[in-house]
């Protein structure tokens, strides 16, 4: 019974739809395909978990480089997190050169200053939100005393200049704490779990705003745990909403998305596992729905919106990572049920080699994005969905 959510989607792809989906995804990856170009300078070896926003015209993109052979390692002194700058309009223009068209504003590396600490490991990760003209980069690294801490950069984008760096603090439970694996453990211990949270902290989900507040979801590393919501009007002062409660076997990334008054929050499980998780909050009750697994989905799932719709990525064949789904999620069914209802997410297209751990920025009617492939690639989601009765029409026609 607690398979019985990936056995009934399984049981949805029949014969009749799968010829659509298999047009679906040749069509998007062919289209696709062409508009990725890497945004990393030539000296760079190594680049990850990226995000991007896209305002005025311009592209926003931080993520992990690294331009030595140790990756993201967390002892590594050559990898940083660095926010690129650069026009979409010669970002999509046959003659792209990333050496002279992308801006490069470092964020930070181990044995660097922020905020007053000194980073002991790599700085991890990042999520970033665009209030106004300010630009927020929310990241981690372990200071001297051995705590994992999140930290806030802001940027003008106006001037192009850092304007501050914080410290940020979690409130939990009426009190202000230092946000940091001490905190979330104290949490964790509060509410029953184990304390897992033992190294850096993940937090690479989307910004969602929401009534004026912003939300997003992450977990910290290393060992299996459940993560949190947490929620924020200003990026330095943040308070927690909720730990996940179904992600016990999680142990990275989180997805996250607000759409029609509820969070919704995409869970990846620990290595081998062969599902996500997939559930939601309302954001007006206060309280979580069902939850499903989802099959596949081994690293960063994300949410993107498109055409009234809601739909979720996520990147299968672990080994490779050649593979990623895009799926519809079923948000119009009042309240996932499995018994009554069908499963809350539907495989629109599998895209093949456009890359992994992608997250989008929409544009105009366009979705454009960022992911892991060649380093750090940026491209436009080339989205065509085809009509399953249109296609067995055709199909008919051709054996008549």
Known sequence: MENYGILKHLCTENAYGVLTKVLNS???????????????????????????????????????????????????????????????????????????????????????????????????????????????????????????????????????????????????????HVFSNVTLNKIYSDKGLPQNA????????????????????????????????????????????????FNDRGTAEIGSYIFKDKLYVACRQDYTVPYLYLGALDLK???????FKVPDGNCRPWFFEYNDNLYLMCTVDEMTRRYTNICRVRTWDTEWDMFNNIHPVEVMATIKECGYYFATASYGDDVYFVCTWNTESFGKLCLKFFNEDEINKKLIQMFE
């Open 26 to 176: 040749a069509k998007i990856t062919e289209d696709t395909r062409k508009t990725m170009k890497r945004i990393t300078r030539s000296d760079i070896r190594y680049s990850h978990m990226g995000q991007l926003i896209i305002d005025d015209g311009v592209c926003y993109a931080t993520y992990l480089q690294n331009p030595g052979d140790d990756g993201e390692v967390e002892t590594s002194v050559t990898s940083g997190v660095v926010l690129a700058v650069f026009d979409l309009e010669r970002a999509t223009a046959d003659d792209f050169n990333v050496d002279t068209d992308v801006s490069y504003f470092p964020i930070g590396k181990q044995g660097e200053m922020c905020a007053g600490y000194r980073a002991t490991s790599i700085f991890k990760d990042n999520s970033m939100c665009l209030v106004g003209r300010e630009l927020y980069i929310c990241f981690c690294f372990i200071t001297e005393d051995g705590q994992s801490r999140m930290f806030c950069k802001s940027f003008n984008v106006d001037t192009r200049t850092w304007t501050r760096e914080n410290e940020i603090m979690l409130r939990y439970e009426n009190e202000n």
């Open 198 to 245: 033992k190294d850096l902290i993940e937090l690479v989900s989307r910004w969602s705003e929401y009534q004026g507040e912003y939300y997003a979801t992450g977990v910290s590393m290393g060992m299996a745990n459940n993560g949190f919501v947490v929620k924020t009007r200003d990026f330095i002062n943040m308070e927690l909403v909720d730990i996940v409660p």
């Open 285 to 291: 009750s206060m309280k979580w729905e069902r939850h």
